[in-house]
């Protein structure tokens, strides 16, 4: 906790929203169709992905996954699933952002996701870009923008395991640092 307490305002802004974009789910407007199977006949080689052929979900799907991440109210092993492939082990990590918000004094954050589009590379998946802003804006806590990836999970938006790991340090917490 103390190499929290070390870091400039702005990185734990940093690390806050990218702990929210891992694992915050939001309800999706509509489910995302299955990728087309190919057809076995065809001898062509697989071109790029076309885009679903559903409406993108609305931006509040999308932050309302990253606003239960930073709400340090959730416990972190209820945060689990707002992240994709995340674990129980987890849990502590997603705890230790929310508590950073806070202990940094950036809480309550707010969430705008514009320019969403479906991702060219991970079929069903959206990209959006995404500005974190403090309750408590200043010059140490400036609005924090950074492209962050979605994906679907029953029914429901997910922050994809990379854009986490980009955001957040997932993993075992720190050793506490022995007496003096």
């Known amino acids: 906790m103390r190499r929290l307490a070390a870091l400039p305002a702005r990185a734990v802004l940093s690390a806050t929203i990218s702990v929210l974009v891992l694992g915050l789910s939001g309800c999706a ?3 995302v169709p299955p990728m087309p199977e190919p057809s076995p006949f065809s001898t ?3 071109g790029p992905q076309t885009a679903p052929q559903a409406p993108l979900p609305a931006p509040e799907a999308l932050t309302a996954v990253l606003q239960q ?3 340090p ?3 972190g092993e209820q945060k689990v ?4 492939h995340a674990t129980a082990e987890d849990g502590p990590a997603l ?3 929310a508590k950073a918000t806070v202990d940094g004094g950036l809480a309550p954050l707010t969430f705008r996701a514009a320019d ?3 991702s060219p590379t991970d079929y069903g998946d959206v990209v959006a870009t995404v500005t974190a802003e403090s309750a408590n804006p200043g010059p140490q806590a400036p609005p924090f923008t950074f492209p962050m990836q979605f994906t679907p999970y029953e029914g429901a938006w997910q922050l994809t395991r990379d854009t986490a790991d980009q955001l ?3 993993g075992p917490p720190p050793p506490p640092e022995p007496p003096r």
């Not at 699933?81 to 994709?84: E, G, M, R, T, W």
């Open 69 to 71: 991440l930073a709400d």
């Open 116 to 118: 969403l589009t479906w």
């Open 29 to 31: 407007q509509e489910p």
């Open 73 to 75: 109210s959730i416990p």
């Open 81 to 84: 699933a707002l992240v994709q």
């Open 44 to 46: 062509a080689t697989p």
């Open 168 to 170: 957040l340090e997932l």
């Open 95 to 97: 705890d230790r952002f």
